[in-house]
């Protein structure tokens, strides 16, 4: 039996307490979410990335209607019934009161998690002013509270500012006014991941691998403090880089090493419970 909203968001606000924490790799379609779940993840996250490149887009605010992440994110957990986080970018919407709409919608097509980031879409000032972002933040977290793990998010370090110690006070201002889960994209090094960690203690902090200048490791992470790793668009990006040697192999007249991979088979099987 299907679960319910209100399910997946206690199953997926109870790995946030895990004492290792968990990773939630993020998919881009019914297959890659069987596949992840096959692999024994206990949920996922949307990619605006993924799925704006997937539609041909370009990533960036708002390059994904509302209405299409959130059937994407219906699809992702009508076909893995498995908790779903959506990346929402800033909430779709100029004001609060657009959020707090957001934020319910997303409650209504069967979501466990939602984000919410502070950039504007304002090329010369892509991050909102502190007390706009608090109060967005604050909106969502008055409509999510007990119904929608919501995570406050700053793109200080995504749009060239990489200012920890303001990074710190907007995630713990989000904290403070209800964001169960705190989120800054791509820190430095793993010393600002820790002081993000310390600062919003006892709440949980996302990272996004390939944070780090060099690969740091799941394990590393988890030592660290953080209790939730994301994957963002890294994993359709790797299926990408696949294709593209595919796709030069076949250029090149060898049609058994390029199409060699998960066999039709594979893919039914996994898809045949469903249909």
Not at 59 to 76: F, K, N
Request: glycine share 8%; proline share 5%.
């Amino acid at each position: 039996m299907k679960k319910s909203q209100s399910e997946l968001y206690e199953r997926f606000l109870n790995l946030h307490l895990q004492p290792n924490g968990f990773v939630m790799p993020n998919a881009w379609d019914g297959l890659s979410s069987l596949l992840l779940k096959d692999a024994g993840f206990q949920a996922l996250g949307t990619s605006s990335a993924a799925l704006a490149f997937a539609l041909g887009r370009l990533d960036g605010r708002h390059a994904i209607s509302r209405e299409e992440h959130l059937a994407h994110a219906v699809l992702l957990n009508a076909v893995s019934d498995l908790p779903i986080n959506g990346d929402f970018e800033d909430g779709y919407g100029e004001t609060p009161d657009d959020v707090t709409g957001t934020v319910e919608a997303a409650i209504a097509a069967g979501l466990a998690g939602i984000g919410i980031e502070d950039t504007s879409g304002n090329p010369d000032k892509p991050i909102r002013d502190f007390d706009d972002a608090v109060a967005r933040v604050a909106a969502a977290a008055k409509v999510a509270k007990g119904r929608i793990v919501l995570t406050g998010r700053t793109d200080n370090y995504i749009q060239g500012n990489p200012d920890l110690q303001d990074t710190i006070k907007r995630l713990t201002a989000f904290a403070e006014v209800g964001a169960d889960v705190l989120y800054a994209p791509y820190p430095n090094n793993m010393s600002d991941v820790a002081a993000i960690v310390k600062a919003v203690a006892p709440k949980p902090v996302n990272v996004i691998v390939g944070t780090m200048e060099g690969p740091v490791s799941v394990a590393e992470l988890q030592k660290t403090g953080v209790k939730r790793i994301s994957m963002g668009v890294a994993l359709y990006t790797r299926v990408m880089a696949d294709l593209k040697v595919a796709a030069r192999q076949l250029a090149d007249g060898d049609t058994a090493t390029s199409s060699e991979g998960l066999s039709f088979r594979e893919a039914v099987n996994l898809l045949k419970p469903l249909n």
